[in-house]
């Protein structure tokens, strides 16, 4: 049962005052309109942090222009700006949703720098979160992935945070009727081509049995504390197994560790070298599960991954570079590890 503490906009906020600029995502849906009358309330009771409010046009639906036009006449009457988005080019044949995903936060991130908004806020709630770690677990995703949706995260295009992950989407639209907010209904989120549609529809059956919004939480927070502990151990493999040639690791300093902890850092050091972690993790899995092998015959390894190529010398010596093929146009390494380790970019 919620209190009225639960939606209190200090106790949602806590922890982004300092921010010197905060860039609101609002679609025209009760989520994103509550994080906007939220975060209004939270800057107006004394935050002071600047709010900005952007919509993404995909263009995917004749009226998205509209209501996109329509969320900017909603912002101005609260007193914030707004900018609409739109994703250009040629749109995809298949995996529009996945494509459309990558665009959005493509363009939130690159607005989000040319403003002076040092994070992007999302409406994610609980429910989301709910759904995230069912997709993640049918699709075998790692423990990181099954750790949910993080408050605060950072991802290679910028920082995202989310406000409302605690609060179940009912308390969202309930919030926006009592403030007379209007708000539009995604046909996408009952389409049944879509797998979150899908797994929204077993919602009712799934919690049933069990797999509660509250006990999904309480997994994946125990997921994560797990995913901290592996995440420490393994940068602080990474710091002993550093020589000094950039990109050569010393595999002997830290023999016996365990393969959950190698894993990670093999993915941090291929980060390093190619801009991120390689996408798939069970081919991750394999290369490390090899180079332990290899490192305890005394053998020579050779193997590419994720646009490096890796070489493990009889001494235990691991050299990476980034493939020749691959040099041009090498991105920034995001400060956490995403894919199957942090989770993909939100939908």
């Given at each position: 049962m919620l209190t009225p503490d639960d939606l209190?906009?200090?106790?949602?906020?806590?922890?982004?005052?300092?921010?010197s600029g905060l860039l609101i995502a609002v679609s025209g849906g009760p989520d994103s309109l509550a994080l906007t009358r939220l975060a209004w309330r939270w800057r107006d009771a004394g935050a002071g942090v600047a709010l900005h409010i952007a919509t993404v046009d995909h263009g995917l639906r004749p009226d998205s222009?509209?209501?996109?036009?329509?969320?900017?006449r909603w912002a101005r009457g609260l007193g914030l700006d707004h900018a609409i988005l739109p994703w250009r080019g040629e749109r995809p044949r298949t995996g529009v949703q996945e494509k459309a995903r990558a665009a959005r936060y493509a363009l939130l991130f690159d607005h989000a720098r040319a403003i002076g908004a040092v994070a992007v806020a999302t409406a994610h709630h609980a429910d989301d979160q709910w759904e995230t770690i069912l997709i993640r677990l049918a699709r075998g995703s790692g423990i990181s992935?099954?750790?949910?949706?993080?408050?605060?995260?950072?991802?290679a295009g910028g920082r995202l945070v989310r406000p409302l992950l605690g609060l179940p989407k009912q308390a969202?639209?309930?919030?926006?009727?009592?403030?007379?907010?209007?708000?539009?209904d995604d046909p996408a989120n009952s389409n049944p081509l879509f797998a979150r549609a899908r797994w929204r529809a077993l919602g009712p059956a799934l919690q049933g049995l069990g797999l509660t919004a509250d006990r999904l939480t309480t997994f994946a927070g125990r997921a994560r504390k797990a995913e901290e502990a592996i995440e420490a151990a393994a940068r602080g493999f990474l710091a002993g197994a550093a020589t000094l040639e950039p990109d050569v690791y010393d595999l002997r300093q830290n023999e016996g560790a365990p393969l959950a902890v190698f894993e990670r850092f093999l993915a941090l050091a291929l980060a390093r070298v190619a801009g991120a972690p390689p996408a798939?993790?069970?081919?991750?899995?394999?290369?490390?599960?090899?180079l332990q092998m290899a490192r305890q015959n005394g053998e020579i390894l050779r193997a590419t991954l994720g646009g490096c190529a890796a070489r493990l010398d009889a001494r235990g010596l691991l050299t990476l570079r980034r493939e020749k093929a691959r040099r041009r146009g090498l991105s920034v390494a995001s400060?956490?590890?995403t894919g199957d380790f942090g989770g993909p970019l939100p939908d």
């Open positions: 209190d906009p200090g106790r949602l906020f806590a922890g982004f005052e300092k921010l222009r509209a209501e996109a036009e329509q969320v900017g992935g099954l750790s949910g949706m993080a408050r605060d995260q950072m991802f969202l639209i309930d919030f926006c009727r009592r403030e007379g907010q209007d708000f539009f798939r993790l069970e081919r991750l899995e394999a290369l490390a599960k090899n400060a956490s590890i």
